[in-house]
């Protein structure tokens, strides 16, 4: 049993920056691989960023690449998402995610440990 809770969101004007902070409780962190991924109202949740369990690997979507960095603390047991030069397309409602491996995975459905989301809005 994973417990996972994120914080950080909140409304931001269009060209600034948010971090999002996803704290992980139950279980043991470090080996565990991380996921971001966001949802509007309609639509299927779709990812955003992944890190392997060791930190060294990372993913992004096309749409947040070069713009969102995605970093993980073992030792806090805390998953990060600094987002830089936000655009009104990114508001979202944003979840982190857990997985029983240290692969990440761009799936939603090879998830077993979802947190409740934090809401990110972006105005123009």
């Known amino acids: 049993q994973v417990q996972l809770v994120e914080s950080g969101g909140g409304l931001v004007q269009a060209g600034g920056s948010l971090r999002l902070s996803c704290a992980a409780s139950g279980r043991t962190f470090s080996g565990r691989a991380m996921g971001w991924f966001r949802q509007t109202p309609g639509k299927e949740r779709e990812f955003v960023a992944g890190?392997?369990?060791?930190?060294?690997?990372?993913k992004y979507a096309d749409s947040v690449k070069g713009r969102f960095t995605i970093s993980r603390d073992n030792a806090k047991n805390t998953v990060y998402l600094q987002m830089n030069s936000l655009k009104p397309e990114d508001t979202a409602v944003y979840y982190c995610?857990?997985?029983?491996?240290?692969?990440?995975?761009?799936?939603?459905?090879?998830?077993?440990?979802w947190g409740q989301g934090t809401q990110v809005t972006v105005s123009s």
């Open positions: 890190i392997s369990g060791s930190g060294a690997n990372t």
């Open positions: 995610a857990t997985r029983d491996g240290s692969v990440y995975y761009t799936e939603t459905y090879k998830y077993n440990s």
